[in-house]
């Protein structure tokens, strides 16, 4: 007479209790982010009206100050009587400070020139470059129309200074003035105009990703891609960085894969920012019972934006192909076992800090795993090819409604 292999039944209970209280979790996590869109939508609609009328008198003060100046009418110390003015006579009136009033003539000549508006139309379709203009409405009891009423310094303002572009009503004048003051070209100014809208940055944030280099991260060659990815999911090179930055972390040159992964669970808030805010952070050192054996993935996230589950593989030494096995191993595991019928096909991330480019493309080339390797070091990479990947990352933007 056979006994039942109890071990067995009691692992096989076990991991269906896993799946069933992950797949609780998910469902939960996913109804929770639907109610916090919900009120994002709402709080967003009022915050962005108050964006635009302060982008419009950014647009209106600079422009006037800006001629004032080129026609040498002005000199520096009349912006200073300026701001002290209006500080004296309109002690309500906050935010312009000498400073402040260069910033907002700053705003108006780098946004207001020719080379600008040629570079959103080289990239963007006319929605982004057509003008804004700010009027007044009153409401005259006619039967067939509303009258606009300018008062004369509006139209002034709208004859003399131009109207602003519809592209920059996408971020803060806060963030527009550190992009103009961090950001030399004209593309890169337009990338992260779109970056900041996309991801939400506030000025911080948006600081982190200049400093980061996060244009030449999204925008470089994507051979640390296998075909598997790149198939799957044809918007990935300009989704995933293949350059990620932990020094938040203050790691010493010599650590252990412990130490890293310990310190990005620790610091999970700043690690989402450099992956992207669609990440939500799962677990660490995932359970993966396969047969008699029990495997870990050392960090696991679900990607809102894509619904797919990533699992992120740190390692302390540079890439070799024998890792890219071990990760496709595991996404084999989350597919057949955890992933849900209505999620997309698990992704997996090798996280390393140095990785031979030929070596990369060798392992990724037959592979057809959704996988990619990123490091965490800087990668310069030819203007010629980041122009190319700024149209797809303007494509992508265009498509996203």
């Known amino acids: 007479m056979r006994f039942p292999n109890y071990k067995n039944c009691w692992l096989t209970l076990r991991r269906i209790e896993c799946m069933e209280n992950y797949k609780v979790a998910i469902s939960m996590e996913q109804q929770f982010g639907e109610v916090i869109d919900i009120i994002l939508q709402h709080k967003g609609r009022a915050s962005r009206a108050v964006n635009n009328e302060l982008l419009f008198t950014a647009w209106h003060v600079g422009g006037y100050v800006s001629a004032k100046l080129k026609n040498e009418e002005w000199g520096s110390k009349v912006v200073t009587q300026l701001s002290e003015y209006i500080s004296s006579q309109r002690p309500d009136i906050k935010g312009y400070s000498r400073r402040s009033i260069y910033n907002m003539v700053m705003f108006y000549d780098e946004y207001s020139s020719e080379t600008f508006s040629a570079t959103i139309e080289k990239y963007l379709n006319s929605e982004f470059v057509q003008p804004k203009t700010a009027q007044i409405e009153t409401s005259q009891p006619t039967q067939e129309m509303t009258v606009i009423v300018q008062p004369a310094s509006a139209q002034i303002a709208h004859s003399i200074f131009g109207r602003m572009p519809k592209i920059l009503e996408l971020t803060t004048l806060t963030n527009h003035i550190e992009i103009l003051c961090r950001c030399k070209s004209n593309e890169e100014r337009m990338f992260y105009i779109l970056y900041a809208n996309k991801e939400h940055l506030v000025k911080r944030e948006l600081q982190r990703c200049i400093s980061n280099q996060t244009y030449t991260a999204l925008l470089s060659s994507k051979n640390n891609m296998s075909k598997g990815l790149l198939s799957a999911y044809p918007n990935a090179p300009i989704m995933f960085k293949d350059t990620l930055f932990v020094d938040f972390l203050n790691l010493p040159k010599k650590h252990n894969e ?57 390692k302390k030494t540079k890439f070799h192909p024998r890792d890219l096995g071990q990760l496709e191993f595991y996404l084999e595991a989350l597919d057949r076992d955890v992933k849900r019928s209505n999620e997309n096909p698990s992704i997996g991330i090798i996280l390393c800090p140095e990785a031979d480019k030929v070596v990369v493309e060798y392992a990724m080339s037959r592979s057809m795993s959704p996988t990619m390797i990123a490091e965490y070091k800087r990668i ?13 990352f303007c494509n992508l933007f265009l498509d996203k409604d």
């Open 258 to 314: 412990s130490k890293l992964r310990k310190g990005l669970v620790e610091h999970m808030k700043q690690f989402i920012l450099e992956l992207g805010k669609d990440f939500i952070f799962m677990d660490q050192e995932y359970r993966l019972n396969i047969g008699a054996s029990t495997f870990k993935a050392d960090l696991l996230f679900f990607h809102r934006g894509l619904q797919a589950l990533v699992a992120v593989e740190l």
């Open 380 to 392: 310069l990479i030819p203007q010629e090819r980041m122009q190319q990947q700024l149209n797809e």
